[in-house]
């Protein structure tokens, strides 16, 4: 039988990334109707972080960020302990995400629930930029 002292220190496997319910309302209400190809839980293996879409065919990264969780206008005092690692956590999602040449675009809970419009023409636009330019560079390899 193991002491109490050395189950304490065992280091446990990190759970597998599961979705949130956010996640899901955003990829049904938005990523399947304008049709776009998305990777769910893109892992980004050098940061040992995942997101939570990536459009393979406009290069973009989505994140959907819980008002909460994601600590939506507090000041970083009044944060808790995991509001304040959360940030800390999305700053280098962020920072990687653009060193790699992904844009990464993020979208509040509140905009989604309460601005849908908003966000559908954010995404439209920005898929349908990252897409065109995509094109573009496609044809301009086909030639040679």
């Known amino acids: 039988m193991k002491k109490l002292s050395e189950a304490v ?6 759970p597998k990334y599961g979705t949130s319910k956010l996640e899901d ?12 190809r998305y990777v769910r839980q893109y892992e980004a293996k050098d940061i040992g972080r ?5 459009c393979e065919d406009a290069n973009v990264i989505i994140e959907v960020d819980g008002d909460y969780y994601h600590s ?6 009044e944060k808790n302990p995991m509001q304040k690692h959360n940030e ?14 992904k844009p990464i675009l993020r979208f509040w809970e509140h905009d989604i629930r309460d601005n849908p419009e908003k966000v ?5 636009e ?15 390899n086909n030639r040679h």
């Not at 220190?9 to 990190?14: D, S, V, W």
């Not at 800390?88 to 040449?101: H, M, Q, T």
């Open 88 to 101: 800390r956590v999305d700053k280098l999602k962020d920072e990687w995400a653009l060193s790699n040449g």
């Open 25 to 36: 309302y955003f990829a049904e209400n938005f990523l399947d109707v304008i049709g776009v």
């Open 50 to 54: 995942f997101y939570d879409f990536y």
């Open 72 to 77: 939506y206008g507090l000041k970083y005092e």
């Open 9 to 14: 220190r065992k280091k446990r496997p990190h």
């Open 126 to 140: 920005a898929i349908g930029k990252y897409t065109e330019k995509q094109e573009k560079i496609r044809k301009k």
């Open 120 to 124: 559908m023409k954010t995404l439209k």
